[in-house]
């Protein structure tokens, strides 16, 4: 079935660093969806992507679809200890009616 | 307020009973789907339903079972045949069915099983 691959699996910065996470996909993606997971919560719907070249701002947070549809990234600049969390992408699956979750990057801030 | 609900927060049970996670929605979305994750890991996709009476098999489905009979309704039951149980689970519900709409999780439900 179809796969999203997220890179990397963790990361940790210091605060006020910026951030990228990356979403890879080995075939076209009609539409890209981001979510964040705070610790102990559930995720929560940020953005969805799905123009070729598509690029959304949400205050410090970017979020780029890729001009082939087969990646994405989600950059965050100047971290605040508030971002911390997973961050997943989500891109339709082979078979119609559901997505397919990446493993998440998980992002730890140090103050 | 509108959302999804899941209950218990925690639950523990022993080895070789069934539980069932219960999982309601006030949103009138059609859709509704169950994920497990596990530690470190990303949402597996146990069910899915695309309206009521209706059900589909995701990734993981064996050694589960749901049903839906009722729009606001989606529990999800974790047998005995379910060899590793012990996961967070996620209920979510979508306006309709597909990659497209945007899911909204309920807070989730803590199985350990020992």
């Known amino acids: 079935g179809q796969q999203v691959m997220q890179i990397p699996q963790y990361q940790h910065v210091q605060e006020g660093e910026d951030f990228t996470t990356y979403c890879n996909s080995s075939?076209?993606?009609?539409?890209i969806q981001w979510y964040k997971q705070r610790p102990g919560g559930h995720p929560v719907f940020l953005i969805q992507?799905?123009?070729?070249?598509e690029v959304k701002k949400q205050k410090r947070l970017t979020f780029q679809f890729g001009e082939a549809k087969k990646n994405s990234s989600l950059h965050i600049t100047a971290t605040q200890t508030t971002d911390v969390g997973t961050y997943f992408c989500?891109?339709?699956?082979?078979?119609?009616?559901?997505?397919?979750f990446g493993d998440g990057t998980t992002l730890t801030v140090k103050p | 307020d509108g959302g999804i609900t899941q209950s218990p927060k925690y639950l523990f049970r022993k080895e070789g009973q069934n539980v069932t996670l219960s999982c309601e929605q006030n949103?009138?979305?059609?859709?509704m789907y169950w994920y497990r994750q596990d530690p470190g890991q990303g949402l597996r996709l146990i069910y899915y339903?695309?309206?009521?009476?209706?059900?589909q098999k995701g990734d993981i489905a064996e050694g589960y079972s749901v049903s839906r009979e009722k729009k606001e309704s989606f529990p999800l039951t974790v047998t005995s045949a379910q060899k590793n149980p012990t996961a967070f689970y996620l209920c979510?519900?979508?306006?309709?069915?597909?990659?497209?709409?945007?899911?909204?999780f309920g807070p989730g439900t803590r199985l350990t099983v020992t």
């Open positions: 949103l009138n979305h059609d859709a």
């Open positions: 339903s695309q309206i009521v009476n209706d059900f």
């Open positions: 075939t076209t993606l009609s539409n």
């Open positions: 989500a891109g339709p699956n082979t078979n119609a009616g559901k997505s397919t």
């Open positions: 979510a519900s979508s306006t309709a069915s597909g990659p497209t709409y945007e899911q909204y």
């Open positions: 992507l799905v123009k070729s070249g």
